[in-house]
């Protein structure tokens, strides 16, 4: 399976330490969550939420540009 980034589209291949990241609304209250600053995990990057980020830098972006200041990163 291929991954790219989330925020700038670039194919991960065998670079490593990209960053993944599960998107949800698990929190009882009416707020976006996300969990952040997963270390790499093939298995789990396949799962139906996960977003994948080639560096923290992009991930930022991506957080920032989705989630504002709502955001309740855990
Ligand atoms: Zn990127």
């Known amino acids: 399976m291929e991954f ?3 925020t700038c589209g670039k194919p991960k291949g065998d670079a490593e330490g990209w960053l993944l990241g ?3 609304s698990a929190k009882p209250v009416m707020k976006y969550t996300i ?3 997963v270390k790499w995990d093939e298995q789990r990057a ?3 939420n996960a977003v994948h980020f080639c560096s923290a830098e992009c991930q930022d972006k991506y957080v ?3 989630y504002g200041d709502d955001t ?3």
């Open 4 to 6: 790219f980034c989330k």
């Open 46 to 48: 396949c799962e139906s």
């Open 22 to 24: 599960f998107e949800g």
């Open 35 to 37: 969990n952040l600053r």
């Open 64 to 66: 920032a540009a989705s």
């Open 72 to 74: 309740w990163a855990v």
